[in-house]
């Protein structure tokens, strides 16, 4: 087994950092981001998902042309080992064409969502799955955008996604997950939601049946653009005032999702699918305030398209009141995620969270109130010799109790050691000097009110447990 | 925020795979993986250590060099966004040498182990930390080696480190930590311990004085070829006949620990830094006899190196009985980790576990058997309509209860939902037809035994707690 060596380069020693839109993690991160995974987890399970996992890294041509051109262009591509630039003939090197040269270089990829990886999962191991297959996967994805609040160029996905049904029933389960999860995470959010299907008869209005793309890309920003901004920006990609007119209804689309669905059941009335897309949209929207939802507040908004030519019916989307975060969730149906790998007809829908802006949102709610550290329970000052191995026979015992305790390693002076149990917020110390050992116990320190006892390692157990 | 967009290419379908060396996991899987995970990360809680998480990739300059030439060849590296060849110089890529330009159009790579990026970490955040400093870091790690039985491309390794104490308590510790997460896993396995100041003090009975490498990588070999076959490697290396026979009595070295002690004790008389190491290593088996080990055997190994130029002190390797699999464990003392990133007289000890292999070491000893899946506990079927909200609305009642329940997502034939049931082996199927919803109740089947009985949704949750 190869194991490191570290080399004395004679360098100047160099100032350590992590590449741009990396970070660490210290134990209270971690713990707080244990905290969202574990109830998203317990959640998804509840739900009847079951976990996978794939390999951070998948074959080049498994993750490109899957994304779009920004996909490709934000991929992390891994340098092939040895000679790799053998394989590139003269001709093509001569070129000196990065982007040529790339699938040359290199034929594996960083994982960019979960969603790829789990319709290559699907069709590859399809003779062993039993279907529908419901399954969550939390694992790190990888991009090379641009770093900002909120974005990172590391960051975990948190998906539920079930394949080979087509039924609305799971539409319904998603929104109850996605009220379930905020609720216990303490987030107030609305989960909004749309139908593609009611965007494609919304396009049917227009004159201009090639612009469905500008269409719903301009429509999306409403909310952040307004009507003014969205019809100019319509008009700049030459898509007709007769158009706008004709759909300029949604402009005025208020009040209640029933109200909603009332102007929209008249607008698209000539549409077939416009008006599946209304009966799915109100199935879903009727069922889910049957069983009712806790926290979350549900909006149907005309306006959510997400990703494109991805959603196939339901489009959800997250956000948290009373904080600028973006989105916080989404997710939606998609038919055909598996034909571009063989396998299909394999209707699905999925939905996503995303922990980090989660988290982000929780720091400023201010809801990490009680998280638990893994941090030692009780430190035993360490007076050398036979007193440390007095300490080190009760500390086994506690461990096998599942109590949290360290020897302090040296025989330090008796202020660093308790400086240092201060740092590390351990909650009590012990100590045993031989007036102790006679008596079998230890003098236990209450760090947080200054209160001092004497106690058996049995006593201390009991405190502790 | 960008989201996955999927082009028909029109190209034929893919046949569906993963780079060598790499694997996807089903649930059933990550249960075991994570059983072992969770014994070793509550041990490690035990023992006073807590998480830190560092990013996958760091800067090639962090880890470059560092693993002498080896690790360079097999460490991964991250292709540059854009046009990353822009920045060869036209000199240096005509002569289209790849490792001379990896540099160049490369500036991060995947981490290959966790002390590297753990002695980065350290210098990086020196002023949060408390010193000693200790950590545990569960993660994978990415090598180009080639893939074989027990050896993959993406790993996890589980690490605990202290840093900035030289107190031989530590090591005692880490025997004390290892014996006890093996006892927990109930595998048998024997530690062997020894020093790198014996090795060093061995060194100083050789006349070459410049053959320390190859003598030791000799040496660590006697396991495997024997007496006659070290020799002839020392022998090929240029080591003088004198200086084997000089050494020779460690080839006779049989018998308890004691008696290698004592062995040792002889052979290194003038060699101070030796008898240093014998102290050390003395100080680590009594202590831990003292204590006593619960299930493992501990074991003096004279010839056990490991990473050269790595350990300053005391080295650990841990073998399973009875399995074929090479070391599931290991680590020992080093100085001056963090002076590469120019932090000095940073003394520290580390072990990891090999995740991995012990997984293998488990399924070969039939070790898991209690394993827990993360399966739904009851499925209800789907007969459409008013029933199946019916039974959406028992289903939420039951997740409160941290009951894992789903309703079949379509009305299937009712064959077709049974079938699903077994295939997914959940242990009860709930039905609700009109004469069921009329008493308010579920007829439940227990899908092992064939039984059959109506219980009410609080009757229920008392039957699934």
Redesign the interface.
């Known amino acids: 087994?190869?194991?490191?060596?570290?080399?004395?380069?004679n360098t100047m020693?160099?100032?350590?950092?992590?590449?741009k839109g990396?970070?660490?993690?210290?134990?209270e991160q971690?713990a707080k981001r244990n905290y969202i995974i574990q109830h998203i987890k317990?959640?998804f399970?509840?739900?009847?998902f079951?976990?996978?996992?794939?390999?951070?890294?998948?074959?080049y041509?498994?993750l490109m042309?899957?994304?779009?051109e920004?996909?490709d262009?934000?991929i992390?591509?891994?340098?092939n080992?040895?000679?790799?630039?053998?394989k590139v003939d003269a001709a093509l090197?001569e070129e000196?064409?990065?982007?040529k040269?790339?699938p040359k270089?290199?034929?594996?990829a960083?994982r960019y969502?979960l969603?790829?990886p789990f319709a290559?999962?699907v069709?590859?191991?399809q003779n062993?799955l039993?279907f529908?297959f419901?399954?969550y996967q939390i694992q790190?994805v990888?991009?090379?955008?641009r770093p900002q609040k909120g974005r990172f160029r590391?960051f975990y996905q948190c998906d539920a996604d079930?394949v080979g049904?087509?039924?609305l029933?799971?539409d319904?389960?998603f929104t109850?997950l996605y009220d379930?999860v905020f609720t216990d995470l303490e987030i107030p959010v609305h989960i909004k939601i749309n139908n593609r299907k009611i965007l494609s008869g919304l396009a049917e209005l227009l004159e201009e049946k090639d612009k469905f793309t500008e269409f719903i890309v301009a429509l999306d920003k409403l909310d952040k653009i307004g009507k003014e901004g969205v019809v100019s920006e319509m008009l700049a990609k030459n898509i007709s005032e007769k158009s706008i007119q004709n759909i300029s209804p949604i402009f005025e689309s208020k009040g209640s999702n029933e109200e909603k669905i009332a102007l929209l059941k008249n607008l698209l009335q000539n549409s077939k699918e416009g008006q599946k897309g209304i009966e799915e949209l109100k199935f879903v929207l009727q069922?889910t305030n049957?069983?009712g939802l806790q926290s979350a507040q549900i909006e149907f908004d005309i306006t959510l398209a997400?990703?494109?030519?991805?959603y196939t019916g339901s489009i959800y989307e997250v956000v948290a009141d009373n904080v600028a975060m973006?989105?916080i969730g989404?997710g939606g149906r998609?038919d055909d995620?598996t034909?571009?790998?063989?396998l299909k007809n394999m209707s699905g829908i999925g939905i996503s969270f995303?922990l980090d802006r989660i988290y982000l949102v929780m720091e400023s709610l201010d809801l990490f109130k009680d998280i638990t550290?893994?941090?030692?329970d009780i430190?035993f000052v360490?007076f050398g010799g036979g007193e440390?191995?007095y300490s080190?026979?009760a500390i086994?015992k506690l461990?096998k109790n599942?109590?949290?305790?360290?020897?302090f390693?040296?025989a330090s002076k008796l202020k660093k050691q308790m400086n240092?149990a201060n740092?590390?917020q351990i909650a009590y110390v012990a100590m045993a000097g031989s007036q102790e050992m006679t008596e079998n116990v230890f003098s236990i320190k209450n760090m947080q009110n200054g209160e001092q006892q004497k106690l058996s390692v049995d006593e201390i157990i009991e405190l502790l447990h």
Request: charge should be positive; hydrophobic fraction near 30%.
């Open positions: 087994m190869i194991f490191a060596k570290i080399r004395n380069n020693a160099q100032k350590p950092g992590i590449p990396t970070r660490d993690f210290n134990s971690i317990r959640n399970e509840n739900y009847g079951q976990p996978i996992e794939t390999p951070s890294f998948e074959n041509q498994t042309g899957k994304y779009g920004e996909g262009r934000l992390f591509k891994i340098l080992s040895g000679d790799y630039l053998r090197y000196k064409d990065s982007k040269i790339t270089i290199s034929e594996k960083l969502d969603t790829v290559r999962y069709v590859q191991h062993e039993s529908p419901k399954r790190p990888w991009r090379a955008d590391e079930v049904s087509q039924s029933w799971q319904v389960s109850l379930q069922q049957k069983i997400r990703g494109l030519n991805y973006g989105s989404g998609y995620l034909g571009i790998f063989g995303g550290l893994a941090k030692p430190l360490n440390a191995m080190l026979q086994q461990r599942n109590i949290k305790a360290e020897l390693p040296d240092y740092k590390r």
